[in-house]
């Protein structure tokens, strides 16, 4: 059985010896960030499945979209328009109704609205799909830009991808002009 202090023992032992003749230096450099990603990827999952999913999303009980946004806003210390759209990607109207959502009652965010304001404000795959179900979404495995999107929302914690990895991703596998998040180029900054 494979277990966190296996892959830590085993990564110290490449660290430690030299592997000559059986693996470049390359190749030993790439399985020992494996193996740390491997590690990094069953912390993560012990730690779900530990805390359960339900008791993740307890937190939201009885809150609005947008109650649950600004929440999460307010604890990684975006406070204005500009830090909303250098985060997400969003252009300035649609991040100036997220910021002042109660002028705006009827306005419901859409799929192409919600996915990179959950990435930018690092909700989890879980955390996502109930506030894309708030918003009346639902990502369907049947099409192709949603699995991708699916892909994404499961790993995009764990490599610490921001938007602009998540539209490279998207690039990779020909889907950006159909699934970009956010409204920005890739190389484009504000």
Same mark, same amino acid.
């Given at each position: 059985?494979?277990?966190?202090?296996?892959?830590?023992?085993?990564?110290?032992?490449?660290? $430690?010896?030299?592997?000559? /003749?059986?693996?470049?230096?390359?190749?030993?450099?790439?399985?020992?960030?494996?193996?740390?990603?491997?590690?990094?990827?069953?912390?993560?999952?012990?730690?779900?499945?530990?805390?359960?999913?339900?008791?993740?999303?307890?937190?939201?009980?009885?809150?609005?979209?947008?109650?649950?946004?600004?929440?999460?806003?307010?604890?990684? $210390?975006?406070?204005?328009?500009?830090?909303?759209?250098?985060?997400?990607?969003? @252009?300035?109207?649609?991040?100036?109704?997220?910021?002042?959502?109660?002028?705006? !009652?009827?306005?419901? !965010?859409?799929?192409?609205?919600?996915? !990179?304001?959950?990435?930018?404000?690092?909700?989890?795959?879980?955390?996502?799909?109930?506030?894309?179900?708030?918003? /009346?979404?639902?990502?369907?495995?049947?099409?192709?830009?949603?699995?991708?999107?699916?892909?994404?929302?499961?790993?995009?914690?764990?490599? @610490?991808? $921001?938007?602009? $990895?998540?539209?490279?991703?998207?690039?990779?596998?020909?889907?950006?002009?159909? /699934?970009?998040?956010?409204?920005? @180029?890739? @190389?484009?900054?504000?």
């Amino acid at each position: 059985m494979i277990t966190i202090n296996t892959i830590s023992t085993l990564i110290n032992q490449l660290e $430690d010896k030299s592997f000559k /003749g059986i693996l470049s230096k390359s190749q030993l450099y790439l399985t020992i960030k494996c193996l740390k990603l491997l590690m990094k990827l069953l912390q993560q999952l012990i730690e779900n499945n530990l805390s359960g999913p339900s008791d993740s999303l307890s937190k939201f009980k009885n809150k609005s979209f947008f109650e649950i946004i600004k929440e999460r806003m307010e604890a990684l $210390d975006i406070k204005n328009n500009k830090g909303l759209i250098k985060a997400t990607h969003l @252009d300035p109207t649609t991040c100036s109704k997220i910021m002042n959502y109660e002028k705006h !009652p009827s306005w419901t !965010p859409s799929l192409k609205i919600t996915l !990179p304001l959950c990435i930018a404000l690092r909700f989890t795959f879980e955390e996502t799909e109930y506030l894309l179900k708030l918003n /009346g979404h639902a990502l369907s495995p049947e099409k192709p830009v949603h699995c991708e999107y699916i892909v994404i929302l499961s790993v995009y914690l764990l490599f @610490d991808w $921001d938007i602009n $990895d998540c539209n490279m991703h998207l690039k990779e596998k020909n889907m950006l002009s159909e /699934g970009r998040l956010g409204n920005f @180029d890739i @190389d484009e900054s504000i």
